[in-house]
């Protein structure tokens, strides 16, 4: 396959800036679509936009393709302003999540409509049409109709219309929404690999936090139309920035305090459990504070006497116990209304017996816990 033939003509160099979105808004009447949101976006990037449903991640992707106008702000593609421009002439893929695709015309026509809506000759088309089919793995499918494929054939086929002009971003919002999870897990690594061969920019939507982890270079996590964290995905998950990020992406546990301390980068909070973490984002002396802890971070054992208490240790009794087959989750009572999810890999050499009603003691490393503002 010719994947250096359809490495993306427009990437030269890496980390430069080519999408801006300066402070753009919009407003449908009296609802903020999307408020007040800058970001910047390097070429070459994978970038995607995870937020709740109605959190304003379509809107944004739709008024970097030209199908909505900002109410305020603007974005600019290699430094120049997109508002004049109409959707075809931005220069910009897209995907959705239903295929969109011509059902009349063959893959390969599909494929090649939008080399030909840009007047490509003839040989050429041909050429990059068979480059695309094979990029995204139907070399053989050329000649059948959209309706002889799976969804997922589709979707790719839907991939390699987006992509066969070069464009300078790919916009694909939801793509893989309509597929099931097995076929949607190995599409993901699919599209990594495409990404990996062509290098071109791809700003991706989903509500999906572990699509979103697998998948990005980077994730601008939306809430309310606003970007509440942009970050590397290990960071959005090791330190998500607010309470809600720490809830949304992946799962955590929380417990509540005020900060009585803050020394060499880490908090405690008051109380006598004296509970040590890192010190987040506007972890200020004296604030009503949330301790967040990720459920495979905490151990879990028998609460005996003889225990040496941990630095982070709380008693609680077991309330209720999921298999899940890879691993073990607790459901833990702490206190009156407080459940921890402890998480423990199956087959770990140290697992003790259990039961539900089982008085337990939990720990976690000062490290593995941070204390933020609570919201
Ligand atoms: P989802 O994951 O459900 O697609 P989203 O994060 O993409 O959600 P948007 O579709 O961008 O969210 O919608 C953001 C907000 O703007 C929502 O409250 C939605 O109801 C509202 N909205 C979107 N389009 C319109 C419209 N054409 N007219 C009025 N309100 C709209």
Redesign the pocket.
């Known amino acids: 396959m010719n994947a250096p033939d359809m490495k993306s003509e427009h990437h030269t160099t890496p980390g430069e800036i080519i999408l801006e979105l300066r402070t753009v808004s ?1 407003r ?2 009296e ?4 408020d007040d949101v800058s970001l910047q976006i390097a070429r070459g990037e994978f970038i995607t ?1 995870l ?12 008024m970097v393709a030209g199908f ?1 106008n900002a109410s305020d702000g603007s974005i600019e593609l290699d430094g120049k302003p997109l508002d004049p421009l109409p959707p075809y002439k931005r220069d910009i893929g897209m995907v959705f999540q239903h295929y969109a695709l011509f059902p009349h015309m063959t893959v390969a026509q599909n494929i090649a409509f939008p080399l030909r809506m840009r007047k490509q000759p003839k040989d050429e088309i041909a050429r990059r049409v068979f480059d695309a089919l094979d990029l995204v793995g139907l070399p053989e499918h050329g000649g059948r109709r959209p309706a002889q494929l799976s969804g997922g054939q589709q979707q790719r086929v839907a991939l390699a219309r987006a992509m066969v002009f070069n464009p300078r971003v790919l916009l694909m ?2 793509p893989l929404g309509a597929l099931d999870k097995k076929l949607r897990e190995q599409m993901q690594i699919e599209i990594m690999r495409i990404h990996r061969n062509i290098q071109t920019t791809i700003l991706y ?1 989903t ?1 999906d936090q572990e699509e979103a982890l697998v998948m990005s270079d980077r994730i601008a996590v ?1 809430n309310h ?1 606003r970007i509440v964290q942009v970050d590397a995905a290990e960071k959005i998950y090791d330190a998500p920035a607010t309470p809600f990020i720490a809830d949304f992406v992946g799962e955590s546990n929380f417990l509540s305090g005020k900060v009585a301390d803050i020394a060499d980068g880490y908090a405690r909070l008051d109380g006598a459990r004296q509970l040590r973490g890192l010190c987040g984002a506007d972890c200020v002396l004296g604030a009503s504070a949330v301790m967040v802890v990720r459920p495979e971070r905490i151990q879990i054992a028998p609460d005996t006497p003889s225990a040496q208490p941990a630095e982070n240790s709380v008693a609680g009794k077991v309330s209720d116990i999921i298999y899940l087959g890879q691993a073990r989750k607790y459901l833990v009572d702490i206190a009156p209304g407080v459940e921890f999810s402890v998480l423990q890999q199956s087959g770990a050499k140290d697992a003790f017996d259990m039961p539900v009603g089982k008085a337990v003691r939990l720990s976690w490393r000062a490290e593995d816990a941070v204390i933020l503002k609570d919201e």
């Open positions: 919009k449908f009447g609802v903020t679509a999307v936009f937020g709740p449903s109605g959190s304003g991640k379509t809107t944004t992707l739709m909505l919002d939801e939507v509500h939306f139309g």
